[in-house]
């Protein structure tokens, strides 16, 4: 799947979508077929540049980047529907039937229940190091420039959604109570409330650059939470995930 190409730290998607550009590719008008381009210039973050970078956004309609959009959007869309095929499909029944006969993926149910639990600590994980410590880099050298979906004015916005939909993950997963996954989870939306750039452009500030560092301990401590209620009780510990070298 290609939903979000990002970081990008090399600019590969707006060189990718110059390049279509600049030369009309036809592939722009084949919504099948566009999903043999390269990874760059396929999903969200490709309709991000399009559509809110001006360098790119002031075109007519009927134009060749207007067609590029609408045949991203549609690519977007086929992806979307193959992944809800294959989650409501065969691998939802591989996750429930961890253990059972026959079941290759998950041997014992504990193994469905670790994969589900490293989704979880992976996902904060990615949101505290990389959705936070992309934009904030050093001290001495913050990237602002490199903030996720900065275009659409999304970085900030995207914290505490990625924060609460492991959260709501992590507490479908137990069956106790969380008293402090909850209130780790409040911490980040009260630290999210007090930062005043949503696309964290004034991360060279020194107090904006500190109201950003708190609220990626919060988003750490969520993690610490999650691990102390969940992972210890149920004797689990993460595994591998997507992001992990050889």
């Known amino acids: ?11 590969s998607t707006q060189r ?17 077929g566009y999903a043999e381009v390269s990874i760059a210039a ?24 207007c067609d590029l959009v609408t045949t991203i959007g549609a690519d977007l869309a086929h992806q979307a ?29 504990d193994e469905a229940l670790r994969a589900i639990y490293t989704q979880i600590l992976t996902s904060l994980e990615f949101t505290a190091e990389t959705r936070l410590g992309q934009p904030m880099g050093r001290v001495d050298r913050p ?18 959604l990625a924060s609460q939909a492991a959260y709501a993950l992590a507490t479908a997963l137990a069956d106790h109570d969380l008293p402090q996954t909850d209130a780790a989870m409040q911490r ?12 964290f452009q004034d991360v060279t500030d020194s107090q904006a650059r500190l109201r950003v560092e708190v609220l990626q301990q919060a988003v750490r401590s969520l993690r610490t939470a999650i691990g ?10 993460p595994g591998f995930n997507a992001q992990d070298g050889d």
């Open 1 to 11: 799947m290609s939903l979000s190409f990002w970081p990008d730290a090399r600019g």
């Open 16 to 32: 990718t979508l110059a390049g279509l550009i600049a030369e009309e590719d036809p592939i722009a008008r084949d919504p099948e």
């Open 42 to 65: 396929r999903g969200f973050f490709a309709l991000d540049m399009l559509l809110f970078d001006p360098g790119f956004s002031d075109y007519a309609p009927g134009s060749y980047t």
């Open 81 to 109: 529907e193959a992944l809800n095929a294959a989650w409501s499909g065969d691998f939802a029944t591989t996750l429930r039937q961890a253990g059972a006969e026959g079941n290759a993926t998950y041997l014992h149910e």
């Open 143 to 160: 990237r602002p420039a490199r903030a996720e979906a900065r275009r659409s004015g999304r970085p900030l916005r995207n914290v505490p």
């Open 188 to 199: 980040v939306r009260a630290a999210a409330a007090r930062i005043a750039d949503p696309v």
């Open 228 to 237: 102390t209620e969940i992972g210890a009780p149920l004797g689990i510990a």
